[in-house]
Each structure stands twice: as C-alpha cells, then as structure tokens.
Nanobody, 123 residues
Framework: VQLQASGGGLVQAGGSLRLSCAAS????????MGWFRRAPGKERNFVAS????????AYAEFVKGRFTISRDNAKNTVYLQMNSLKPEDTAVYYC?????????????????WGQGTQVTVSS
C-alpha cells in the first residue's frame, strides 16, 4: 500500500482544514487507517484511527470533538477533518495503514506510512 497525504497548510487559530490520504492498491477497503502527527521537537503521536468499514473510530483525547476521521473506500481515501484548530495542533500529519481491519492507537501497529503534510496554525 502506498499512501499520499495532502491538504496541509497555514491557517489561523479557530480555522479548519481537511487532510486527505489517497491509497494505492486493492486492499484499501480491508485495512484500518490512522492519522498521527509530529510536532517540532516531539515524538510522533496518535491522532485518530478508523476501521476498514468506517463504522468504528478512535481519537486522541486532545482532538475529541474537534477532529473527525472518515473514509471513502470507493475512492481509496481517508480524511481528517480538523475544526477549531489551535496553535498546538501545528505538526506534520502522517496517514498510515495497518495490515488489520481493526483500529489501533499504537504507531507500531501500522505497516505503511505516507510522507506527511505540514499543518501550521497561527495565533
């Protein structure tokens, strides 16, 4: 599975962005997907995960109520809708796929990674 993330950019605090991650390969609809982020000087952290059907999701506590993960299996794409953005959301955001249908917050449970897209939130 090859992953291509896009949609990052510069936005003011309180604004919104939608990240997309396009996947290649026929197995997209059978794998769970996730979003992670790495802020400057920090480790890569879990943001959200979605199972293969889209019927089950999980979020990091710090994005609950603000971010929404979704997927369109017909388009081989997973999305991360980010609302009410804060300066502390500034990071490189990565999408990832795991060889399992169930969600996970463990970055070591993911087998494929995209290249990352920069999100910068100004105050």
């Amino acid at each position: 599975v090859q992953l291509q993330a896009s949609g990052g950019g510069l936005v003011q605090a309180g604004g919104s962005l939608r990240l997309s991650c396009a996947a290649s390969g026929r197995t997209f609809s059978s794998v769970a997907m996730g979003w992670f982020r790495r802020a400057p000087g920090k480790e890569r952290n879990f943001v959200a995960s979605i199972n293969r059907s889209g019927g089950s999701t999980a979020y990091a506590e710090f994005v609950k109520g603000r971010f929404t993960i979704s997927r369109d299996n017909a388009k081989n794409t997973v999305y991360l809708q980010m609302n009410s953005l804060k300066p502390e959301d500034t990071a490189v955001y990565y999408c990832a796929a795991r060889s399992s249908s169930s969600i996970s917050a463990d970055l070591y449970g993911y087998d494929y990674w995209g290249q990352g897209t920069q999100v910068t939130v100004s105050s």
